[in-house]
């Protein structure tokens, strides 16, 4: 028998933290996934000084994608089994993608806050 847990969720956590509000979610609502990203990508390049070389930016987008889908899929489902099917793929690949970005550390951390 597969263990329910607690439904996680990022938007909770965030505005928990008071770091989103309902506004900010409206306008974020309006712009695309690459949007997000791109603007994302700009204001770390001003933080840089408009220097954000040798960061290997395409091959950490694939890293950085890859954790926001696992986190997604495991808001969206009650548990892990459910999580790995939305994904497309085995619990087995699911707990190795978990332990190579440390998600259930993150989940844990974010719930005692």
Do not use: P
Request: with cysteine.
């Amino acid at each position: 028998m597969t263990k329910k847990r607690e439904n996680w969720s990022l938007l909770r956590k965030l505005k928990k933290q008071n770091k989103i509000n309902n506004e900010f979610e409206a306008v974020l609502s309006h712009l695309s996934l690459e949007e997000v990203v791109a603007l994302k990508i700009e204001l770390a390049a001003r933080a840089c000084g408009g220097k954000f070389y040798g960061n290997y930016l395409l091959k950490a987008t694939k890293h950085i994608t890859d954790e926001a889908i696992v986190k997604y899929a495991l808001s969206a489902c009650q548990t892990k089994k459910a999580a790995a099917r939305f994904l497309g793929i085995n619990i087995q690949h699911l707990n190795a993608i978990m332990k190579f970005y440390h998600t259930e550390e993150q989940l844990k951390m974010s719930e005692e806050q």
